[in-house]
């Protein structure tokens, strides 16, 4: 999503080493998706987010 992430094709080096230049080379960039990743991580995957969706998976796959 070039937001919290580099995205780019499996096995394609060249991009991967594109992506990482563009994090070597960008303070601004590494800074901006690191704090929006984090931001991401505790809010989507909090233990309290994550337990609520496995109990509903459960309780979808297990009806009483």
Not at 47 to 55: F, G, Y
């Amino acid at each position: 999503d070039q937001v919290t992430g580099v995205l780019f094709p499996v096995g394609d080096s060249d991009a991967l080493c594109s992506a990482m230049e563009t994090m070597l080379v960008n303070r601004g960039c590494r800074v901006d998706m690191g704090n929006a990743a984090r931001h991401r991580a505790l809010t989507e995957f909090s233990a309290d987010r994550v337990s609520e969706a496995l109990l509903q998976a459960y309780r979808v796959l297990l009806p009483s």
